[in-house]
């Protein structure tokens, strides 16, 4: 039985900060990489960050410099720091594990007011 549960979504405004937590259960979650993807109105799923089980990262333009993704696996754990948010960066979040196949959490919302 596999969970991904994410916390910490919320209102924030423009310019604000707020960090995203993703706890894994059911994996051995150091083997796994993990992401965050986002959804909003409009748009399709996108990448938002990404973290090997080595712990290389990877982010597209849009958030590189304003976004870190980081894992604990002592608490089987993924985040991720979002600092000066954006409008743009309102939408459902979702947290993914990827190994064998993906394991996709439920998602939580990020709310961006000016």
């Known amino acids: 039985q596999v969970q991904l549960v994410e916390s910490g979504g919320g209102l924030v405004q423009v310019g604000g900060s707020l960090t995203l937590s993703c706890a894994a259960s059911g994996i051995i979650f150091s083997a796994y990489a993990m992401s965050w993807y986002r959804q909003s109105p409009g748009k399709q799923r996108e990448l938002v960050a990404r973290i090997d089980s080595g712990g290389s990262t990877n982010y597209p333009d849009s958030v590189k410099g304003r976004f870190t993704i980081s894992r604990d696996n002592a608490k089987n754990t993924a985040y991720l720091q979002m600092n000066s948010l954006k409008p743009e960066d309102a939408g459902v979040y979702f947290c993914?594990?990827?190994?064998?196949?993906?394991?996709w959490g439920k998602g939580i919302l990020v709310t961006v007011s000016s």
């Open positions: 993914l594990a990827f190994k064998d196949r993906n394991y």
